[in-house]
């Protein structure tokens, strides 16, 4: 008998058995985007205007009491299909932001540049567009942090002139050419001698085009200085990779740029000495030595190394910073490599940062970020960005009670075959509700179940019936769940 029919005639409503293996359902999905799309669009299509925390904020919520969590399923919004090149790859937060002409733009970042535009983040055509390729500019030497660079925090106060903080990787096999042991062609000797740093661009044309912020060393914001340690990264057992990474969104407060940055220190023997997540700010966008960095309490300095890093937050990387309105305080989401999940925190203050205790993004245990795979939630390389569509502005600094997890699959078998998709959160002071799994096979410890659209499932009592009814002979590219999400209706023992 068909899963169909077992759906029919069991009681777990109708389905169809091409959905069986845990895909997307992309029409549950569209109506979970189409019930925020009017709203978004409204205030999306409006001119933009320069954007901060309001001077005045009455909070409808408690840092205590406040609740992160999934409110629908994830649903696509670039298919890497549509890609330029091989190297046109989402391998960084999707970040977006707006013109001086109202159109709104996603920036699918790698070291060669991309973005998607269209009239709101609703309506993006899928065509990137090419703004930086390293490739054309490439600086060989470590102290100019102009090999590989990565566009991803970019910030304008009127549309057109962006300045952008840039992920930029430098590698210690570089000066080795294509030597057969050391050079970077070999195993993995680049990514064993990585060495980053923090650069700084600039736009003209509303982000079109970007160039460096000066030549070579002076567009250079944080970063190690040289010369690379004398390690044998040839024979190293595992990457020796230090510097200052991934830096965040810039938002702007009292009069400066504040952004996040990952930070990781290594003394002569290599070993770790210093991690997490530094927070530096700017008073002028157009210095790159105008940087200062936060080194406790309500002082920043100009950098030196080892950098003061957040409390607590050694193993975090990959962070957004919005200002929140329902809370009147910045909303830090962030991957933490403990537990590899996606945690949330706030302060009052990014001059004087005092962050509330993390707590991990609710319904995250439900979601498969890469469809197709079987094992639910986020992972580093899924670089997940919280924005909100409705917010106005040219940055998208600020969030509310309705914004969206923007983040890019990853599948170690396909690497580079990663899609931009977006899921709403919800922002309260709960009780949360979890989303109801997607239509199709799942299994909970041993058990194999089927869920419907409508959220309800039933449980195959024997391996025999399983078989039967679904015509399988084994689970393979089934989901697996640690618990069935509290909001699903169980309808007994799967019967056809």
Known sequence: MSLAALLLLGAC???TASQVDGARDDAAAGAVDAATTDAATAVDAAPPSPDAPPAACTPTLTPAALVVGLAGRPARVWDHANRAEPNNVSDARPTPYRTADGRTHLMLTHFENYRISGADLDNLAPSPQPTFRSSDHAALD???????????????EDGTHFYALAHSEWYGC?????????????????????????????????????????????????APPPPYPGWSFWTAPDPLNFGMFHPSNIVKADGYYYALIRYTHRVGSGAVDAAGLALARTADLSRADGWQAWTGGA??????????????SASWDHASVTFNTALCRYLIVYFDYADRQLYYTTTASLAAPVLDP??????????LATPGTITPGFGAANYANLVDPAWPGFNFEGSGTAPFLYFGTFDPARPVDRDVYRAP???????????????????????????????????????????????????????????????????????G
């Open 142 to 156: 470590q102290a100019s942090y102009g090999y590989h660079q990565w566009i991803m925090a970019p910030y304008s």
């Open 358 to 367: 993390p707590r991990p993004l609710a319904g995250q245990e439900y979601v």
């Open 13 to 15: 409503g109708h389905g």
């Open 425 to 495: 959160l919800v922002v309260s002071a709960g009780p949360y509700v979890p989303v109801p799994l997607p239509e199709g096979l799942f299994m909970v410890a041993d058990g194999i179940y089927y869920a419907n659209a409508a959220g309800a499932y039933c449980v195959f009592p024997d391996w025999a019936t399983y078989v039967r009814i679904t015509g399988r002979m084994d689970v393979a590219g089934v989901p697996r769940y640690g618990s069935v999400p509290s909001s699903m209706t169980s309808h007994g023992v799967c019967q």
């Open 299 to 312: 002082t920043f300095a100009p950098p030196t190394e080892p950098l003061t890093s957040l409390p607590g």
């Open 174 to 222: 570089l000066p080795y050419g294509a030597d057969a042991v050391r050079g970077c062609a070999v195993g993995q000797n680049q990514v064993a001698s990585w060495v980053n740093g923090v650069t700084l661009f600039r736009s003209d044309d509303g982000g079109a085009t970007w160039a460096p912020q000066g030549a070579g060393p002076a567009h250079v914001v944080l």
